[in-house]
């Protein structure tokens, strides 16, 4: 699959961290705002993807350093397990949840399980894609 393109292995080289930052830059901002973690994963295997355009699938792999299919089932866990606050406080599951913690400088972070799902859906996509390509460009070699 290796083109042997300069250019084209000289953006994957830059793209890649660039795109990774936007597709956490999405997960983060997502469910108050347009993206999540659907989008934000297909972004970061989008990345990955151009990644093994301009090098080859063994150093894609070598730089996931997991198989994909991990990150699927890792995905799926915390994707369902996020539901799991709300059922415990007698609330219907996948019923939001919102945490508000002091930070020291003098501000507050604050944490959701809508954000826990979206990571888990990031997750998802991201090994379900890239196991789809990675398996199609394997046999095409």
Do not use: C
Not at 61 to 85: K, N, Q, Y
């Amino acid at each position: 699959m290796n083109m042997y393109s300069l250019i084209l292995r000289t953006a994957g080289n830059f793209l890649l961290p660039l795109l990774l930052l936007f597709s956490v830059f999405l997960l983060l901002r997502g469910h108050d705002e347009p993206g999540g973690g659907f989008i934000a994963g297909l972004v970061a295997a989008g990345a990955i993807v151009l990644y093994v355009f301009s090098m080859d699938i063994a150093s894609a792999r070598r730089l996931l350093r997991v198989d994909p299919r991990d990150l699927l089932g890792a995905g799926m866990v915390i994707a369902v397990l996020s539901g799991a606050p709300a059922a415990f406080l007698g609330q219907p599951y996948f019923t939001a949840q919102w945490w508000e913690f002091a930070l020291p400088g003098g501000g507050e972070l604050k944490l959701s399980t809508v954000l826990i799902f979206d990571i888990g859906v990031y997750l998802v996509v991201v090994g379900a894609v890239l196991t789809i390509i990675l398996n199609l460009a394997e046999a095409e070699d």
